[in-house]
């Protein structure tokens, strides 16, 4: 009788890995399919907004460095550009008509979001001109509301289709290639009023500028404001500038009783000296004047509060800059544009971003995108 041949080493060797694996393998599938029937998905929350240390300085590292948290957040999360939305019912589509005094309303799909509300403000410099950076920032940034100043256009000229593929409801209040405001949201938008009570009226006109619209938005009221220029510290349009922004107060001080509300849009003021990159070549100019500031402050002592300045503090934290003698490029550049909340608001905000990137590039406007990220109340 023949003894069977002993099996080499290497033989053993590898039938023992062969077990293994297949033991393995067996019993990472049983494990892997227990969890996919007990395990539930859950959405995750939005990302945080990071606050903006970057603002307003030019070195590049730090650009850098924040844009790899923005792609890391992206990756981790996977919904920083699409996150998962709560849908909301909304009414038949409509749309409402009204004259140059009035307001346009289009419904959009109503998306809004659990966790965290981001609003914000933006001088567009002509909607239809910036239509096509306006709508991948929206996409981007996340954002739930934003308030729009100096549309520049008609009610009937207003590109609301192109909000309302995103699921943005909108209001817009223009009249012609001037002014003109309006508010985009995806978490409503009722109760839209365009204008203030007792607002004045510019020259010989016979109704007020479109430079005010509020709705009231994820249970705030939003104001979008676009302050009148002054021109010139000696023009008759800079007394129609103070006269506004004093009605305006009086107004705004009534609203705090109402609940939530917020302020914001291109103040056209830079209340500090550090706003503006040089007092010296503003000292004789708007913006700047006593006059001009006092009216700001009035409106802070009526109760509201800056909530971005704590999170961005100056120097050299600008939201606007000239087109002219390449003032972006060489950081010469103004702070005009905030965002103002009642008390309430404030201690819900979490973050706040000058997203200076948007005044870079072909078809920029020359003011930046404000953000502010808060709370659920």
């Known amino acids: 009788m023949m003894r069977p041949c002993p099996r080499s080493r290497m033989a053993l060797a590898a039938a023992w890995v062969k077990t293994r694996t297949a033991r393995h393998s067996t019993s990472k599938s049983a494990s892997s399919s227990a969890i996919s029937v007990s395990r539930k998905p859950c959405p995750s929350p939005k990302p945080a907004l990071l606050t903006s240390t970057s603002t307003g300085?030019?070195?590049?590292?730090?650009?850098?460095a924040t844009r790899a948290k923005s792609r890391a957040h992206a990756q981790i999360s996977g919904q920083h550009l699409h996150p998962d939305p709560v849908c909301r019912s909304q009414p038949p589509r409509r749309r409402l008509q009204s004259r140059c005094a009035g307001v346009a309303r289009r419904p959009g799909r109503g998306l809004g979001y659990r966790g965290r509300m981001r609003i914000a403000t933006w001088n567009v410099n002509s909607i239809r001109s910036r239509i096509e950076r306006v709508i991948p920032w929206l996409e981007r940034s996340d954002v739930d509301v934003l308030a729009i100043q100096e549309t520049k256009t008609r009610e009937d000229q207003f590109p609301f289709f192109r909000f309302e593929e995103l699921g943005y409801e909108v209001a817009h209040h223009g009249c012609n290639q001037w002014n003109g405001v309006a508010i985009a949201s995806r978490v409503g938008l009722t109760d839209v009023v365009a204008g203030f009570a007792d607002a004045p009226l510019w020259g010989e006109a016979t109704s007020a500028e479109a430079r005010h619209l509020g709705a009231t938005s994820g249970g705030i009221r939003v104001n979008s404001l676009y302050v009148p220029n002054g021109r010139n510290i000696l023009d008759p349009h800079m007394d129609y500038k103070i006269d506004w922004l004093g009605r305006l107060r009086d107004a705004a001080q009534g609203w705090l009783a109402d609940g939530p509300s917020v302020l914001m849009g291109d103040w056209n003021i830079a209340p500090r000296d550090e706003d503006v990159w040089s007092m010296e070549f503003y000292i004789d100019k708007s913006h700047v004047s006593p006059r001009e500031r006092a009216a700001f402050a009035a409106i802070l002592d009526a109760g509201y509060v800056d909530l971005v300045r704590p999170l961005l503090p100056g120097p050299k934290v600008y939201t606007y800059w000239d087109y002219q003698q390449l003032r972006f490029q060489k950081g010469r550049g103004m702070?005009?544009?905030?965002?103002?909340?009642?008390?309430?608001?404030?201690?819900?905000?979490?973050?706040?971003?000058?997203?200076?990137?948007?005044?870079?590039?072909?078809?920029?406007?020359?003011?930046?995108?404000v953000i502010v990220e808060l709370t659920d109340a």
């Open 57 to 64: 300085r030019s070195k590049s590292a730090t650009r850098s």
């Open 335 to 369: 702070r005009i544009d905030f965002v103002l909340g009642s008390p309430d608001v404030a201690a819900r905000v979490t973050g706040a971003v000058i997203d200076r990137e948007e005044r870079k590039g072909k078809g920029a406007s020359d003011h930046a995108p």
